[in-house]
């Protein structure tokens, strides 16, 4: 008489378990919001400013135009960053709608805060630190800044959008679920009901 055969409950990380996901969905918004971030300060041209007697100028009307720029091409690049990477992990992740929606959420911050940390490490400094401490003539660039809350808002804006017409525009996977749904009662069903042999 042959024994049973136990096999091993798979781990945590296995393909397609739950944490895996979440792992791979968070690394994927993290690469790219610094990507997102070193594209921010690449695109941004800095307002040009001059240091005089600790105070600041802007040395052109062209520079005082581009003070808000870098809050524009911030929405811009993260928008279409964020764009990209809900698209992937929607495909990718077909049949796990609400744990990609925490997810999306949490990885679309966490992208968001990410692009505007690396953005403005590799721009110029604060010049009003500079200003504090010289009264010479002395020729700066603004800060690379974000203005206000409200374009952090991009990254889970764009995700949700993408989110949304992907599972409600393109409903194919939910379609075949449930026909394997059927299939797999069907078979439940007949089982059951089915001679038995004694």
Not at 10 to 39: C, E, F, I, K, N
Not at 109 to 126: E, F, H, K, S, Y
Request: glycine share 10%; charged share 10%; net charge positive.
């Amino acid at each position: 008489m042959s024994e049973p055969v136990h096999r091993a409950a798979p781990g945590p990380l296995a393909a397609g378990s739950p944490l895996r996901t979440a792992l791979y969905v968070m690394l994927a918004y993290a690469l790219l919001g610094v990507v997102a971030g070193v594209v921010w300060e690449w695109v941004w041209t800095p307002p040009g400013q001059v240091i005089s007697q600790h105070q600041l100028f802007y040395d052109s009307d062209a520079s005082l135009r581009r003070v808000y720029t870098g809050t524009g091409i911030y929405v811009v690049v993260g928008a279409v960053a964020s764009a990209l990477v809900a698209l992937v992990v929607c495909l990718r992740t077909r049949g796990r709608e609400l744990l990609v929606l925490v997810l999306i959420l949490v990885g679309s911050g966490l992208a968001a805060a990410l692009m505007w940390r690396v953005g403005t490490l590799l721009g110029p400094a604060n010049p009003a630190t500079l200003a504090a401490h010289t009264t010479a003539l002395t020729r700066t660039h603004g800060q690379l800044t974000v203005a206000g809350k409200s374009p952090y808002l991009a990254w889970p804006m764009a995700s949700l959008l993408v989110l949304a017409l992907v599972y409600f525009g393109w409903p194919g996977s939910l379609a075949a679920r449930t026909h394997a749904d059927e299939r797999s009662t069907d078979h439940r069903e007949a089982d059951i009901s089915g001679p038995s042999h004694g």
